[in-house]
């Protein structure tokens, strides 16, 4: 009975949220949702030498998992920085994670490519189970509690008004 009331009350709150912030506009841009709530495991990654835990930050999180080895996440770490720029004074991280180079691969990346954007890498994906990762680049966006909302496989358009108002709709609740 705990159980069931407790699922109810989940519902309930996913429902007052999708009421609040309509994340299906994303849907034409190739982005996927849950059936239902689904709060996301922590995720360890490092930035330099330093382990951070980007489920713990109280934000709005676009989680993008690329690799160097995948010319096509490359492509979308200029765009995930002006997005980052643009939505620089809201409670948003933009965390691009590296799957697959260890750090120093992946500053000669960022240095070659002129990014200011702070990159995480993530040299061990076992942990990212949960994620699912069929494809590199894959995109989760996560509200503030940690939810996942909406995810995407492959490209998508970061610097799309829908996604920029669905960003900044999250980050306003």
Known sequence: MKRLM???LIMSIWSLQAETVDVSRLSPLGFAFPDQPMTSPSIKAYRGDTQVDLMDQNKVTLLYFWSEIT????????????????????????????L??????????????????????????GPLAPYILKTVP????????????????????WGHPDILRTLKELAAE
Do not use: H, R, W
Request: zero cysteines; charged letters at 20%; aromatic letters at 6%.
């Open 138 to 157: 894959a995109a989760y966006i996560l509200n503030k509690k940690g939810q996942l909302v909406a995810s995407v496989q492959g490209n998508a358009p």
């Open 6 to 8: 407790l699922l109810l």
């Open 71 to 98: 010319p096509s996440s490359l492509s979308d770490l200029p765009l995930l920085e002006s997005l980052k720029d643009e939505l620089a004074d809201l409670d948003i991280l933009i965390a691009p994670v590296n």
């Open 100 to 125: 697959n180079e260890d750090y120093p691969v992946v500053q000669k990346i960022v240095k070659q490519m002129n990014l200011t954007l702070e990159i995480y890498y993530f040299p061990e994906p």
